[in-house]
């Protein structure tokens, strides 16, 4: 079945460094492809999502690549800051529904100031 | 800003008993979506819910679960016969519509003890 691959599983950076998360996913006819950042204790929020008729998204500190041809989209995080830490995943739609998303396992991000 | 919002936020049940557990999706949105969260584990789909019927289900939304729009507002998850295994964060999410520029909302989660 579809399958959405997220690595690292955890980063520590350091405050003011980039980070950097990707993801792969398997279903050819997927086209759009969100980011949610999840706080302790929270429900996921989106921070950015991509479709797959654009190669690249960027509002302020955070960047979404995707690449369709390799099937793998790119999380950039930069000048990160201690309120950045928390489990971010990405997510691919299964067809071309925005709803139906088939997640990656999650990336423990932890920025020390 | 518009939200969804859960309840309750936590749920002790024994194995065997029935919960349903309540969501309240933004007031002009037009599809619904339980997602579950084991802990540590990713977030997984469990059904969709659209115009009054499932749109769309997983393999994990089996004859134990079931939704209901019993109102204008409130967008249930039933779980029949509660077991161990279905200890989770249960997610709703909704959205405007299912096509583009209308991203998925997230409630905050009920975590849903089985014992």
């Known amino acids: 079945g579809e399958n959405v691959e997220q690595h690292p599983s955890t980063l520590s950076v350091q405050e003011g460094d980039s980070a950097v998360i990707k993801c792969t996913y398997s279903d050819s006819a997927s086209n759009y492809f969100p980011w949610y950042k999840q706080e302790l204790g929270k429900g996921p929020q989106l921070i950015i999502d991509i479709r797959s008729n654009v190669g690249e998204k960027k509002d302020q500190r955070i960047a979404v690549t995707l690449n369709k041809t390799a099937k793998h989209f790119s999380l950039h995080i930069t000048e990160t800051q201690p309120e950045d830490s928390a489990v971010y995943f990405c997510a691919a739609s299964i067809g071309g529904s925005q709803g139906n998303l088939i997640f990656g396992k999650g990336t423990k991000l932890s920025v020390k100031p | 800003e518009p939200e969804v919002t859960q309840t309750p936020s936590h749920q002790v049940t024994q194995m065997g008993q029935e919960v349903i557990l309540r969501c309240v999706p933004i007031s002009n949105h037009l599809y619904f979506y339980w997602y579950r969260q084991i802990l540590g584990q990713k977030v997984e789909f469990l059904v969709s819910f659209y115009n009054n019927e499932i749109s769309e289900k997983s393999e994990i939304f089996d004859d134990q679960f079931s939704v209901e729009r019993p109102d204008g507002s409130n967008f249930t998850l039933k779980i029949r016969s509660t077991k161990l295994e279905d200890s989770a964060m249960y997610f709703c999410?909704?959205?405007?519509?299912?096509?583009?520029?209308?991203?998925?909302?997230f409630g905050n989660g009920t975590r849903l003890t089985v014992t």
């Open positions: 999410a909704s959205t405007s519509w299912s096509g583009t520029n209308s991203p998925l909302h």
